[in-house]
């Protein structure tokens, strides 16, 4: 176990963001955000002896866990004798953040960990990371072939902190035959959500006073409002999303946040969707089921989706709805990121896991992650390689995802909110939805929902900045 000497004052910020950051967490906010460990530069791994190891701890399991077995298979083979990389599965991704939050007050962190897209701000505020930027600067090697949005989520100031790895986009899925019975044109998909409910009005099948199909349906998932308010073209949180300084507050009870409680309210009250709760796993099975016409998931989804509807329909893509037909803001990337782990590590150890997770955002890599899992390849240049054209041309309905990343325009709303207790905040979110769905006034839900989470937003920002 490694052990690495702190101040008192730095241990005690660190136990004060763990308890605090349930789930993720937030620190200065300029250009050095990821903390103040330099770059090695090249000569610290070429003067190491022997074989250097990397730890690096993931949240992928089945296909997608096979997925970085492999890359990670191909990279200890072109780097035999000097670099050897050990994956290790640590759970989903709170369990992996969880983990993480232990080995950093036990002074044990790996050397390379994923940590989804709302775990930045700990990421950034817990001071264990080198920069990528650092990295990138220290060689003079462009970042330029990441693809803008995802990368725009990433950074502060222009300074990507993290190397983006598995990211997917929101989509309108669509159950080609149901369109085609009820008279509507699947290549015509709703783009707002009155459009929806207008066609899931048409879409809704009764028989004997019981609901066989239902025009729409998603689950109740905080990350669905995220999504339409970015879609708005505003932000969740003040200070521009927590990019210019940190977040004070989220804005979900603002007009946005109760247009989509009292649109969601009003889609269970009239019947054209279940309420399938907050769970994801429910939602998809209505629509892998044909059940529902319309449903709203990430292009995560997409393979399994297909699979599922063999030989019972055809799934269709769409954008992801805007709140509004005037709204022209863009969605949001989810998914996860590779951050370098600095204290307690070797230059050597640092600089081997930078040659990792430069290896796994280059094209060719990128291209076999993406056809592997079905995650969006976040270098460019992966589009453009043979397997990855064919894999697309297979699967056209992937095409809705890219070209909808590349209309997307990359702002502080689109970026995201980068806030130090944004898994609270998005649970806070789904508790408000959830309640307005169960009847109670959307303003007044989400309002309560809201100030829920002001006391944690504050008592993190005090620690960050003691």
Not at 406 to 427: E, F, W, Y
């Amino acid at each position: 176990m490694r052990s690495i000497r702190r101040t008192a004052s730095a241990v005690s910020v660190l136990a004060a963001l763990a308890l605090i950051a349930a789930g993720c967490g937030g620190s200065d906010t300029k250009g050095d955000s990821a903390g103040s460990v330099d770059a090695p530069d090249a000569s610290a791994l070429d003067s190491a002896t022997g074989v250097t190891k990397v730890t690096f701890w993931h949240g992928m399991k089945g296909a997608n866990g096979t997925a970085v077995d492999k890359l990670v298979a191909a990279f200890n083979e072109a780097n035999k004798g000097k670099i050897e990389v050990t994956p290790v599965y640590q759970g989903d991704y709170d369990e992996t953040i969880t983990k993480y939050k232990t080995s950093v007050q036990q002074g044990n962190t790996p050397s390379v960990v994923q940590i989804y897209d709302i775990g930045s701000r700990f990421m950034i505020d817990s001071k264990q990371t080198v920069a990528i930027q650092k990295f990138a600067d220290k060689d003079g090697y462009t970042l330029d072939s990441i693809e803008p949005n995802i990368a725009n989520y990433y950074s502060i100031d222009g300074k990507l902190n993290s190397m983006p790895f598995n990211t997917s986009m929101p989509l309108l899925y669509i159950n080609k035959e149901a369109f085609v019975k009820a008279g509507l044109d699947p290549a015509k998909p709703p783009a707002n959500l009155d459009e929806i409910m207008a066609a899931a009005k048409k879409l809704t099948v009764k028989e004997g006073g019981k609901t066989v199909q239902y025009g729409f349906n998603a689950a109740i998932y905080g990350w669905f409002v995220e999504q339409l308010i970015a879609q708005s073209g505003t932000t969740y949180c003040d200070n521009e999303n927590g990019r210019k300084d940190l977040a004070s507050q989220v804005d979900f009870a603002g007009e946005q946040g109760v247009k989509i409680a009292t649109w969601y309210q009003e889609m269970v009250k009239q019947g054209l969707m279940p309420n399938t709760g907050k769970k994801t796993d429910d939602a998809q099975a209505v629509f892998k089921s044909g059940t529902s016409a319309m449903h709203l998931e990430s292009t995560g989804s997409l393979r399994g989706y297909i699979d599922a509807a063999k030989g019972k329909f055809t799934v269709m893509t769409a954008p992801f709805p805007h709140l509004s037909a005037t709204d022209t803001g863009g969605p949001i990337i989810g998914g996860a990121s590779l951050w370098v782990d600095g204290p307690g590590h070797s230059d050597a150890e640092k600089r081997a896991s930078w040659e990792f997770v430069k290896f796994a955002s280059t094209p060719e890599q990128q291209a076999l992650w993406h056809t592997g899992t079905g995650y969006f390849p976040i270098n460019s240049k992966a589009l453009d390689l043979p397997a990855d054209k064919a894999w697309v041309a297979q699967y056209p309905q992937f095409t809705t995802a890219i070209t909808q990343l590349h209309n997307t325009k990359p702002t502080n709303a689109s970026s995201g909110c980068i806030l130090g207790v944004m898994p609270q905040a998005r649970k806070a979110a789904e508790d408000g939805l959830e309640k307005a769905v169960l009847g109670t006034d959307p303003a007044t839900a989400m309002k309560a929902a809201a100030e829920s989470i002001k006391p944690q937003i504050d008592t993190y920002n005090k620690a960050v900045k003691k």
